[in-house]
């Protein structure tokens, strides 16, 4: 089994009199996609500028492909793609002449960097902005700009701080497909606060709160709880009266968003063995016609907020 | 090698895609003409040493604008992010960035040697005192561009930097004037800082090595503590 890429442990990030990441540990295996999720705050930003480099723990370490961020930051840096937030690059120079000089000072020359550059401009579709200066860019290509500077020398991980924060529907459409085409051979770190956002492209998600990681993976957090989406030909009385019978089911709650069919439920409840089978039997013996009974992937958001809540009760 | 000499040129680009770079050259040029035809028509002497004196202030009053973007610009727009999560150290930064604002003196400099070759044409110049006083502008400016880099690496905001810079500048330009009131031995220990102090003997063709070796200093210690301030994150 390969060792994981990223190694994170007891991690302490400290201004001053204020505790930003409080003891935070992880790894990070070859080809995950990875989401941070936090409230803004929260020390994603933190967590991000010490695995590249940027800044140095208080406390802890952190290791990138083998390489200590605080003895070996150099070879660290070398193995690191970075897009931090609201994707800062120099106005003055051109798209190209900007690709070229971030190809160059990762080492790359020549016709290595030449290549590079020509390859991470098509893979971002910048062909048609490569001779613009960067301050006349739109917000959603300076992001692309971003990006494809990280991926120039086809670094072992990729770190990238809210990269679709000010990008319209299409754009954040182009970015998911980008990271759906990285997943796999490329090792991916996503932060975002936005939870659908990291849902549709992690394969774990981790949350932090107040510098404290709350998990190191919510979607299997999430795994002693099931949703399940029905369409039943009854009133929602009817199916609460119908499903308080079933042992462990939850909650039920109508489905109202734009374009939901009548008779659409959300059921919440706890996992176990024959659940869908108990439900279909409680329904058929009451005569509620089932039409649709669908298994749905664990809500982020609720597993967010119950964890958070969790740590606030504790708190308490 | 090959990162600095990248670094060098992104620094040398971005100096000179700003009107700063050609403001402070034009100004430089149009009041050492001024300066360098009056004194010839009122002395009537090929001496360079009143011009000199005149550089001397002149780089007291402009590295500040040359240096102060340098780093706190960089800290402003966060583009430092980007230079210092890429593989290159905080010293090859430092000395990218201090050997273009040097570059640009000397360029200054070499535009002004034309007023060594008028003298040379016209008349019987002493070349002493011109040689030692370009050089004492050449290690006077090191100093000071080092002093500048300090300033910009330390605050994000290039006003507060280049105030910053110029009130040091100025505070060792006239130290030894009130140097001297102090006690013994602080009195020596302060006058010893003045800028205008080391600079005297160059520009009257006078060579010592204290004079060179404070300068010198002065660079390396400000280069120094440049890459410390940056690395300190």
Not at chain 1, 201 to 207: G, L, P
Not at chain 2, 52 to 65: R, S, W
Request: charged share 15%; glycine share 8%.
């Amino acid at each position: 089994m390969n060792p994981p890429i990223v190694v994170a442990q007891n991690l302490v990030k400290r201004y001053g009199p204020r505790l930003a990441v409080r003891g935070v540990s992880f790894t990070i295996d070859a080809g995950e996609v990875v989401g941070l999720l936090g409230p803004n705050g929260s020390g994603k930003s933190s967590i991000f500028r010490i695995l590249t480099g940027y800044l140095t723990p208080t406390l802890g370490s952190v290791s990138v492909a083998g390489h200590d961020a605080v003895t070996r930051s150099l070879a660290l840096r070398r193995e690191v793609g970075y897009v931090p937030e609201d994707a800062p690059l120099y106005d003055h120079m051109r798209v190209a002449e900007l690709l070229r000089f971030m190809a160059r000072i990762k080492g790359l020359s020549g016709a290595a960097a030449r290549r590079a550059v020509e390859s991470a401009a098509a893979r971002l579709g910048l062909a048609r902005v490569m001779t613009m200066p960067i301050a006349k860019l739109s917000r959603g290509f300076r992001q692309r700009v971003a990006i494809a500077q990280a991926l120039l020398n086809e670094p072992k991980l990729l770190v990238l701080d809210e990269p679709t924060s000010g990008l319209d529907p299409s754009q954040v459409n182009a970015f998911r497909d980008l990271i759906r085409s990285l997943a796999g051979r490329q090792t991916v770190l996503i932060a975002s606060h936005v939870l659908p956002e990291i849902a549709q492209v992690a394969s774990r998600v981790m949350i932090l709160l107040d510098g404290t990681l709350l998990t190191t993976d919510a979607l299997r957090h999430g795994g002693d709880r099931r949703r399940l989406r029905l369409e039943v030909d009854g009133s929602e009385a009817e199916l609460r009266a119908c499903l308080a019978a079933v042992a462990g089911v939850r909650a039920v709650s109508a489905r109202a968003g734009a374009g939901d069919p009548p008779g659409g439920y959300i059921v919440e409840a706890d996992e176990r063995p024959f659940l869908a089978r108990d439900i279909a039997a409680a329904l058929a013996e009451r005569r509620l016609a089932l039409s649709e009974l669908t298994p749905l992937p664990p809500d982020l958001e609720h597993i967010f907020l119950e964890l958070t809540r969790r740590r606030g009760e504790a708190a308490a | 090698m090959r990162s600095f000499a990248v670094l060098l040129h992104k620094e040398v680009m971005a100096l000179f895609s700003s009107p700063i770079a050609y403001v402070v050259v034009t100004v430089f040029l149009l009041i050492m003409g001024y300066s360098f035809t009056l004194t010839l028509f009122i002395s009537h002497t090929p001496s360079l040493v009143p011009l000199f004196f005149q550089m001397f202030v002149l780089f007291l009053l402009t590295v500040p604008i040359i240096t102060m973007r340098l780093v706190a610009e960089e800290r402003k727009l966060r583009t430092i992010e980007m230079l210092l999560t890429a593989p290159v150290s905080e010293a090859q930064i430092v000395l990218a960035k201090f050997a273009a604002s040097f570059g640009l003196l000397v360029l200054m400099l070499l535009l002004s040697a034309a007023y060594p070759i008028v003298l040379a044409l016209y008349g019987d110049p002493d070349w002493g005192p011109i040689y030692s006083g370009y050089l004492g502008l050449v290690l006077l400016g090191g100093a000071l561009v080092g002093c500048g880099l300090l300033a910009s690496t330390l605050v994000s905001n290039q006003i507060i930097a280049a105030l910053l810079s110029l009130s040091l500048f100025l505070l060792l330009w006239i130290i030894d004037d009130f140097g001297y009131l102090l006690p013994d031995p602080l009195d020596t220990l302060v006058v010893n800082l003045s800028l205008s102090g080391h600079f005297k003997p160059f520009a009257t063709g006078s060579l010592y090595l204290s004079d060179a070796a404070f300068y010198v200093s002065a660079t390396l210690l400000t280069l120094f503590l440049s890459a410390r301030a940056l690395a300190q994150r």
